[in-house]
């Protein structure tokens, strides 16, 4: 079946670090790839989306790449803030088109330090 | 305008019991899909629904079940909580069925004692 597998954290950077959260995934079909971003306390806020492959999603400095050759969806941001620390989950839908059935990793936490 | 509003926010109950939790989609959506998260894990798929109709079950036990209203809101049902039930449980809403983001509440808080 289906499935998501992401780095394991905590990952820990100074402020102003390179960001890299390795995703990959396991799918039949042409799934849509998402980062989804949790603060404490919340519920989930989608960071970024890509439809097919070769498709960058960007948002608020954050991008990842749908490579389908190596069926890796890896988000990375240049210079990370004290306010990105928050946990982190990659996500894929099943091939049908339809995005009301996601399929996450198992997250991985940012912390970053002033 | 209103995002995705779930109540209430913390709950606990003891084994054995029932609970409802409820979603009020944002404005004009009418697909609402739940999710379970036990702690430290991704969200699991539970529901999904459109127009009232269930659209999608993920792998939960017939404990678990849901409806979704005329006016889109919705339910989830558990009955003969386990201790394992203890997560975040969230809605999530979209404008319609298929290839659209979705749209997260904050989460109801289910503590089994």
């Known amino acids: 079946g289906n499935s998501v597998t992401q780095m394991e954290g905590p990952v820990t950077l100074s402020e102003e670090a390179f960001l890299t959260i390795n995703c990959t995934y396991t799918?039949?079909?042409?799934?849509?790839l998402f980062w989804y971003v949790q603060y404490p306390g919340e519920g989930l806020q989608l960071l970024l989306k890509a439809t097919k492959a070769d498709d960058k999603g960007s948002n608020k400095g954050f991008e990842a790449t749908y490579r389908k050759e190596t069926t890796s969806f890896h988000l990375e941001k240049g210079s990370v803030q004290v306010s990105d620390s928050a946990v982190y989950f990659c996500?894929?839908?099943?091939?049908?088109?339809?995005?009301?059935?996601?399929?996450f990793g198992q997250g991985t936490t940012l912390q970053v330090k002033p | 305008d209103a995002g995705v509003t779930q109540s209430p926010t913390h709950l606990i109950k003891t084994r054995g019991q029932h609970v409802t939790l409820r979603c009020s989609p944002i404005?004009?959506?009418?697909?609402v899909s739940w999710y379970q998260q036990v702690l430290g894990q991704g969200p699991q798929f539970i529901f999904q629904y459109y127009e009232k109709e269930e659209r999608g079950r993920g792998n939960f036990p017939d404990r678990f079940s849901a409806r979704q209203f005329p006016n889109y809101s919705s339910e989830l049902n558990v009955n003969a909580l386990l201790l394992g039930d203890s997560a975040l449980y969230l809605c999530?809403?979209?404008?319609?069925?298929?290839?659209?983001?979705?749209?997260f509440g904050d989460g109801t808080r289910l503590s089994i004692l």
């Open positions: 996500a894929l839908s099943d091939g049908s088109g339809n995005t009301g059935k996601l399929i």
């Open positions: 799918a039949t079909g042409y799934p849509s």
């Open positions: 999530a809403s979209s404008l319609e069925y298929g290839n659209q983001p979705q749209h």
């Open positions: 404005s004009g959506h009418k697909s």
